[in-house]
């Protein structure tokens, strides 16, 4: 079995921080860090586990906010600038990785009356993980002053800070405080995400486009603005970035943005779906058989996604759509597709028992439709 996420923040995390920031702060109390930090430690989840560290930061660390954050930037690791995030660990020569995490909550909790100081000790510790949780209170608090803040980061010569730009500022961030103002109106991020959106580093570029398919969730039309301006002759790293945000869009078959990517016409032809078995028992799979025919005389793109109707505790159905194939079918052309399709237990999602509806969409259009029914 795979080890817990939350297991990233564990004793020798704790001793790291320790030991880097007790070497360059000597009003840091190390040994009441140690005693706080794992006091209840092992017994949390891991969101908790980075605020029950900041809560021993902030009764250890200097009062002086300016001189703790001095003491945190010294105590990092040094970086060469191209670094995955992933590849961000635990060292020697300084902190990095998962234990940067509670860091930059400390300063999110302390810094809002100091936004100057608290922003350029953030861009300092996104080099080593990422700040994208921590900058948003600044950026609903400061608004201001955040966004030219990242207005300016745009041309950092740090991969990781330019994508701070982008994944700090988005509306929906996972496990983020949710930035209400700019669901309501995103308008402050487009010149940032404008400025990254051709950015050298597949990383930051990947940002945006999960940025604007945020955006696509609450503002579809601004989407479809965006690609109709900035698709037509775009070089081929943007257009993935463009058909990566448009993946919301291209699921609920947005007329504007199917037509964008040439998908705006219906199938030529028929589809015919099959799922097998047509009785599965919570934990198996079926398999989707979906056959094309086409009438036309030209190929024709297709992009095929499928829907699940799962069946909900009052007996209505909600669905779910997944990704199914992007294919070209030749003129007069027969095709025949599969696809499993897993039904086991998940923490986002309660299953209950009865007749689960499936429809394909092709270029946003159900074309066919078959059902499997789903025992407890």
């Known amino acids: 079995m795979a080890e817990p996420f939350k ?32 006091d209840g430690l092992d017994r949390l989840e891991f969101k908790a586990r980075a605020r029950h560290l900041c809560a021993a930061l902030d009764l250890t660390l200097p009062a002086d906010f300016g001189a703790a954050c001095t003491a945190l ?7 060469r600038g191209d670094e995955a995030l992933g590849e961000f660990h635990a060292r020697d020569d300084g902190l ?3 234990v940067v995490w509670p860091l930059t909550e400390y300063v999110a909790r302390r ?42 980061w745009t041309r950092d010569p740090s991969p990781h800070v330019r994508r701070l730009v982008s994944e700090g500022s988005r509306p929906r961030l996972p496990w983020g405080l949710q930035l209400k103002g700019l669901i309501a109106d995103p308008a402050p991020t487009l010149p940032l995400l404008a400025a990254l959106q051709d950015d050298p580093s597949e990383y930051v570029r990947r940002s945006v486009a999960n940025h604007l398919n945020d955006i696509a969730k609450d503002h579809p039309g601004l989407v479809a603005d965006w690609l109709e301006r900035h698709l037509p002759g775009a070089p081929p790293a943007r257009r993935t970035l463009l058909r990566h945000a448009s993946r919301t869009l291209v699921k609920r078959g947005d007329p504007r943005v199917l037509k964008a990517w040439g998908l705006g016409r219906p ?22 058989e979906l056959e094309l025919v086409s009438s036309g005389r030209r190929a024709q793109p297709l992009v095929i996604d499928y829907a699940v109707h799962h069946v909900k505790a009052n007996g209505s159905r909600s669905p779910k759509v997944f990704k ?28 209950h028992a009865g007749r689960h509806e499936v429809d394909v969409r092709i270029n946003g259009e159900v074309c066919a439709q078959a059902f499997f029914d789903l025992r407890l």
């Not at 047509?278 to 989707?288: P, Q």
């Open 96 to 98: 990095a990785g998962w």
């Open 267 to 288: 199938l030529a032809g028929h589809a015919t779906l099959r799922v097998a078995p047509r009785r599965i028992v919570l934990g198996g799979a079926v398999t989707l």
């Open 73 to 79: 930037e010294a105590a990092l690791a040094p970086v």
């Open 324 to 351: 199914g194939w992007t294919l070209e079918l030749p003129a007069g052309a027969t095709r025949c597709l599969t696809k499993t399709h897993a039904v086991r237990p998940i923490t986002t999602r309660t299953y």
């Open 111 to 152: 810094g809002l009356e100091e936004p100057e100081r608290a922003l350029a000790a953030l861009h300092a510790l996104t080099q080593r993980f990422s700040a994208e949780w921590a900058i948003r209170p600044f950026i609903e608090r400061h608004p201001d002053l955040a966004f030219a803040t990242l207005a300016a």
């Open 7 to 38: 297991n990233l923040i564990n004793a020798a995390t704790v001793e790291s921080a320790a030991r880097h920031l007790g070497h360059h702060c000597r009003a840091f109390d190390a040994q009441r860090f140690r005693a706080l930090a794992l």
